[in-house]
């Protein structure tokens, strides 16, 4: 069966410092995977999608970057930090094709100060 | 543009009654598929069900059905039998398939908070 995996489960960052959030599925190939961002009290908002290694689409203009090294590894980052990045950010996979449902993993909430 | 729409934000059910998740949507796209999903308080969204637009039936899954009115435009989640564990946030979803082809981005709705009472 296919597993996610994201960490940290929780950080705390300052303004201004970068950020590395790390995504990981297992038992699956070729996987499409996807970076949301949760507001606290909100639905999620698509914020970068990958059907392939370095194939990144961006979705929102915004203070992030993603980045996918592996087949099964999708990274979130930031140079700087700013505090509008606060937010629970959840990574999800697909199987390739149109019409696949998203599986989420258990997400990262970080709080910039 | 795609749009999903979920007008409660909070509902109170009591244990073992049916409840209904309201959801409406508005897209140009003849082809698109339409998702529930459950967040509990750790925040994993864990998908419950699924219906494609061309579907003839309802889906149902266990205790989730989902009542698919393609004309009103609405795709209502149905608990039977509501449980303690149902209380969670709710959150509907859709994707175009055809107008944005290749465009995998989910649109969620601001979701419905179930509480289940004992």
């Known amino acids: 069966s296919q597993t996610i995996h994201q960490w940290p489960a929780t950080l705390v960052q300052p303004v201004g410092s970068p950020l590395s959030l790390e995504c990981t599925v297992e038992?699956?190939?070729?996987?499409?995977l996807y970076w949301y961002r949760q507001a606290a009290g909100r639905g999620l908002q698509l914020l970068f999608y990958?059907?392939?290694?370095?194939?990144i689409s961006s979705e929102v203009p915004q203070n992030l970057s993603a980045s996918r090294p592996q087949d099964r590894q999708f990274i979130l980052s930031s140079k700087k930090l700013l505090l509008s990045d606060s937010g629970f950010y959840l990574c999800?996979?697909?199987?390739?094709?149109?019409?696949?449902?998203?599986?989420f993993g258990p997400g990262t909430r970080l709080l910039v100060l | 543009a795609q749009k999903i729409t979920q007008t409660q934000p909070g509902m109170f059910v009591q244990e073992k009654e049916a409840v209904t998740l309201d959801c409406t949507y508005d897209?140009?796209?003849?082809?698109?598929?339409l998702f529930w999903y459950k967040q509990p308080s750790s925040g994993e969204m864990i998908f419950l069900i699924y219906q494609g637009s061309y579907d003839q039936q309802n889906a149902t899954e266990g205790r989730y059905s989902l009542n698919f009115q393609k004309a009103r435009k609405s795709a209502n989640l149905v608990i039977s039998a509501s449980q303690l564990g149902d209380s969670a946030m709710y959150f509907c979803?859709?994707?175009?398939?055809?107008?944005?082809?290749?465009?995998?981005?989910?649109?969620f709705g601001t979701g419905t908070r179930l509480t289940i009472i004992p």
């Open positions: 999800a996979w697909s199987r390739a094709g149109g019409r696949e449902t998203q599986y």
């Open positions: 979803a859709m994707r175009d398939f055809l107008v944005n082809f290749g465009n995998e981005k989910l649109t």
């Open positions: 990958s059907v392939g290694i370095g194939q």
């Open positions: 038992g699956t190939s070729n996987p499409n």
């Open positions: 897209t140009s796209d003849p082809s698109y598929g």
